[in-house]
Every structure is written in structure tokens, then in C-alpha cells.
């Protein structure tokens, strides 16, 4: 059992809210979650894929009336958009009553029907918070090569060997494309979305070509578009933004594109170990797709992240935004002896951060130049995590490095 940093954040949403929605994609933990927090209270779970836990719910006030005092978890609740009404007239009697926290803690995927429901029906009743795939905070540092290769999904990663673990991220991406999308709403065909998924893998953090990706699949732009916004929507993409700035160039204009989880890149493209994946060009975008979506899972949500760059070349491949414009640059390199072009030092002229970091595959921290920071990144998630929380953030001593070259 991993210890996963959100069971903290949902126990908070819980004790300030009557609802607490936990979306993720599917087989991220949201489950083996909810049943860690319901050992500490007095709960009752229902699992709404089971057709007799719904139908117990055919007449939820009837039903929930003799649990009022129990935290109810609704699992899998998207398979009941009904409920949602139901719920807002027991939240309502409960809070009349004194009950305004803890009522209700609701489990399902992250797409826009079930984000909809929680916002329209439950607005002001209910918090949403997002459980992703394991990150370097909560693994042990000599597991973040693992991490990597295998991606965050828990049964992936602490799968007994590489091909265990290749086969069951082959299954959940044929299991994701024929059940589980089509049980969500679109009717698009499994394998044309397994295509596009794939093309988006070989393109990981390039800049977003909707023409291209048309032309390959013979459809339109439009088609792409919602194809993108269907798999950012189940939290399996990111749209990345360019970040927008006066500083007299031409800036580029489109969104990078990453596949969340770096374990499903490697299944889409076919690649079953650390061997395999070193040797493959995609291992650098990959590690650069870690790299980013590991800060921006512990950034807090007030953080405005993008990636900077020129028509001319000039680029960092994120910038993170506090409030107050206070900007923090972030390269990302992998290899344990770091080196910047021109086209960094150049982004940091235009973009004047205040601090600057270099993520690279060690662990040492050094300053090669006068500020400029080489840093792990486990230590950089640390960082921002400690900034985000509003407390100070402390930084570790140099260390010598073979190569402090930057």
C-alpha cells in the first residue's frame, strides 16, 4: 500500500464540505482511497456498478435516511446522473439540521457530464478534487526510474516485472477505448481513438498540428479538436498553453500536447522496458512529459503554467506563474551531466524569472551559473509544493557534480 498525499486533501474537503467529488481517470486509486478514509469514521460504501447497490437507491432519501450520521460513499456515481438532484435536497435537509460537512463523498471518472452534474446541481454543496497517477513525491527515490517506464497507474508500477506491467497497461487502454469512453457518452470507433492516442504519443510535447493529425486520420480539424478535448477531459492529456507575454517577438501561438502518464506513452508506442525506452527517440519527450506533469501535480491550483516560445526558436519548456507574477523557469534535460543552448539563456532573458531551474535525471543540486539551479526531480516537486503550501522554501546545499557544465 502506497501512501497517497490527496487521502490528506479529501479528509480536509470532507471536514469543510457536505460533498467531496474524487475524479481520475479510471484505476488511478480513487477506490482503494475512499475505503483508507472510511476506516477512520463511521461510513457506508455503495458501489453504483453493482445493479443492487442501485437499486437501493431507487428512493435515496428513503434509503440514506437511517445512515444520516454516516460519511456515504457513492462509487462509480456517473452511472446515476439522477442522484444528483436527490442529494441536493438531503444536503440541504442535513445542513437545516446542523450537518454541514462530511455527508457525502462521491467517486468517479473526470468527464464533462460529471463535472457538469457536481457544478450545476450541487454548486455551493460540494468540492472536486482530482486524484492523478503516482508521482515522485510518493514513491521512494530509487523508484523514480520505475516510475518512468511503468507510469504512476498503482497496479502498473507495482507490478512484479516490466512485462506484467506492459501487459496491463495494454489491457487498460484496450479496456479505456472499448468500455469505458463509450460508457461515458461519445460514440467514436475504439480503434480510431487508439490511433489518435498513438499519434499523440509519437508526437509527445510537440506543438499541437490538428492538420496533420486530420490528414492522418481523414478527418477534419474540428474532429481533432474534439477528439483532444474528449481525452483532456478523462485527465489522459494536457493541453499545455504558450505563455503570452510583452516582450516585442513573435511568440508561438499553439498548445503543447502530452500524454499524462508515462507508462501508457510507452504502451501506445509499443515500449516494455528501461532497455527499449533509452534506446527509443521518444525517450526524451518522455521523461520532459514526467518532468511537467509531475510539478503540476503538486502545484496548486492557483499556479498558471505554459511553456515559453519564439518563432525563432527561443524556448523554455515550462513557466510557472504564482500570483503576484512572481515566475519560476523550468528546463527539463535528461541525462545525469546537464547542457543548455543558447535558446535557454535567451528565454531567460526574455522572460526574467525569478528563479530558474534545470530538471535533470540525478539527484545532486548545484548552481552552475549565477541563478540557475540543477535539481532533481523529486526535490523540484518539493519546491513547488512547499511554495504553493505558503511556506518558505528551502533549498538544499550544493553539491559537486562531475560535469557543472549548464
Known amino acids: 500500500m502506497i ?100 455527508l457525502f463523498l462521491l467517486l468517479g471518472p473526470a468527464s464533462l457530464d460529471l463535472l457538469r452534474q457536481t457544478t450545476e446541481t450541487l454548486a455551493g454543496r460540494i468540492a472536486v478534487c482530482e486524484l492523478g497517477p503516482l508521482d515522485p513525491t510518493e514513491v521512494a527515490g530509487d523508484d523514480l526510474e520505475r516510475l518512468w517506464v511503468r507510469g504512476g497507474f498503482p497496479d502498473s508500477f507495482l507490478a512484479i516485472d516490466d512485462e506484467t506491467s506492459a501487459l496491463w497497461r495494454e489491457s487498460f487502454l484496450r479496456t479505456y477505448l472499448e468500455r469505458d469512453i463509450p460508457q461515458l457518452g461519445p460514440r467514436i470507433p475504439a480503434e480510431t481513438l487508439r490511433r489518435f492516442w498513438t499519434m499523440l504519443a509519437h508526437t509527445q510535447g510537440g506543438l499541437l498540428n490538428a492538420a496533420q493529425l486530420g490528414r492522418s486520420l481523414a478527418v477534419d480539424g474540428k474532429t481533432v479538436a474534439r477528439y483532444l478535448d474528449l481525452f483532456v477531459d478523462l485527465l489522459l492529456v494536457r493541453r499545455l498553453p504558450p505563455h503570452v507575454a510583452n516582450v516585442g517577438k513573435r511568440l508561438v501561438k499553439s498548445p503543447r500536447v502530452y500524454v499524462r502518464d508515462s507508462g501508457l506513452v510507452h504502451a501506445l508506442l509499443g515500449i516494455a522496458d528501461r532497455e527499449r525506452l533509452l534506446g527509443h527517440p521518444v525517450a526524451g519527450a518522455s521523461w520532459e512529459g514526467l518532468v511537467i506533469e509531475s510539478i503540476l501535480r503538486v502545484a496548486p491550483s492557483s499556479l498558471q503554467a505554459s511553456f515559453y516560445r519564439t518563432a525563432t526558436g527561443t524556448e523554455m519548456d515550462l513557466v510557472l506563474q504564482w500570483p503576484g507574477d512572481e515566475i519560476w523557469a523550468v528546463e527539463v534535460k535528461r541525462g545525469l551531466a546537464p547542457k543548455t543552448g543558447r535558446g535557454f539563456h535567451l528565454a531567460r532573458e526574455d522572460l526574467k524569472p525569478a528563479r530558474t531551474f534545470v530538471v535533470y535525471s540525478g539527484t545532486d543540486h548545484y548552481s552552475p551559473s549565477e541563478g540557475v539551479d540543477v535539481i532533481g526531480l523529486a526535490e523540484i516537486c518539493d519546491l513547488v509544493r512547499t511554495r504553493g503550501s505558503g511556506a518558505s522554501p528551502k533549498r538544499r546545499p550544493s553539491a559537486p557534480s562531475a560535469d557543472p557544465t549548464c
Not at 469543510?16 to 475524479?23: D, E, N, S, T, Y
Not at 428512493?59 to 457513492?74: C, E, N, T
Not at 444536503?91 to 462530511?102: L, P
Request: without cysteine; positive net charge.
Open 3 to 102: 501512501p497517497r498525499r490527496d487521502q490528506e486533501t479529501v479528509a480536509s474537503l470532507l471536514s469543510r464540505f457536505p460533498a467531496v467529488a474524487l475524479v481520475g481517470a479510471r484505476q488511478v486509486g480513487k477506490t482503494t482511497l475512499a475505503l483508507q478514509i472510511a476506516k477512520a469514521r463511521d461510513s457506508l460504501y455503495l458501489d453504483l456498478e453493482s445493479a443492487a447497490d442501485r437499486e437501493k437507491l431507487r428512493d435515496p432519501a428513503h434509503f440514506l435516511a437511517p445512515h444520516h450520521d454516516k460519511l456515504v460513499i457513492l462509487d462509480e456515481v456517473q452511472r446515476a446522473p439522477a442522484l444528483f438532484q436527490e442529494l441536493r435536497g438531503i444536503i440541504d435537509a442535513a445542513r437545516r439540521e446542523g450537518q454541514r460537512h462530511g
